[in-house]
């Protein structure tokens, strides 16, 4: 059974930068069939898709959080990590950390989620 569990502080004053971690376990972030995520719901909106990290390394983050947004990991440890700089109350939201199916729109697996809000 694959769990992903997030940690983090719930609280980022704004112009810092905020940074969530994501611990797996039962499956590895460097299988190939994988690739992980973090996505992210501010209060009363949607889903918002913010970056990819793929089983070798590489990453991929939406256009609108691209200069703000680094995702990185730690294979020793099983985790890939968020970083988000520069933040507002704007970024206040529940991230969560998840796990697509490669090649396709399929999120098999979720975080549970962790509320992070920005004080200014």
């Known amino acids: 059974q694959v769990q992903l569990q997030e940690s983090g502080p719930g609280l980022v004053k704004s112009s810092q930068t905020l940074s969530l971690t994501c611990t797996v376990s039962g499956g590895s972030i460097t299988a190939t069939s994988y690739v992980w995520s973090w996505i992210r719901q501010p209060p009363g909106k949607g889903l918002e898709w913010m970056g990819f990290?793929?089983?070798?390394?590489?990453?991929v983050y939406s256009p609108p959080l691209k200069s703000r947004t680094s995702i990185s990991r730690d294979t020793s440890k099983n985790q890939f990590t968020l970083q988000l700089s520069s933040v507002t109350p704007e970024d206040t939201a529940v991230y969560y950390c998840a796990r697509w199916v490669a090649g396709t729109s399929l999120i098999d697996y979720w975080g549970q989620g962790t509320q992070v809000t920005v004080s200014s």
């Open positions: 990290i793929y089983p070798s390394g590489n990453t």
